[in-house]
């Protein structure tokens, strides 16, 4: 698993290569996922953009990570923002009620004007 990582500003966005992946975060991956997005996040920031645009599926283990990484974050009075979902992860996001709980946003630049 892949993640790509760079800070702007206050925040930090966080990139996942869907071929390291094969376009899923789903239960054989999730635990990884959450491994590796924790080891990008450095401890000076507090606003996570997450980057999905290269995911087309995802299941309730990556819901069960991305919750738990905004809990962490709100502890630290920050946010956990998602970036570029594809129709499908738009869906679950929908479905699952994660439409109401997250900020979503088509593109990594309109998440940074959000939070400037």
Known sequence: MELISKVEGKAIIVSVVGKSVNGKIDT??????EKKLNENMPQDKNILLL???EINFV???FLRVILAT??????KKGSLLLVG???GVK???EISGFSSIFKIFPT???????IS
């Open 51 to 53: 980057d999905l645009s």
């Open 85 to 87: 979902p594809q129709e």
């Open 28 to 33: 054989t991956n999730a635990t990884l996922f």
């Open 70 to 75: 905004s809990k962490m974050l709100n502890k």
């Open 91 to 93: 869906d679950v996001f």
């Open 108 to 114: 990594v630049p309109e998440a940074l004007h959000h």
């Open 59 to 61: 299941s309730s283990a």
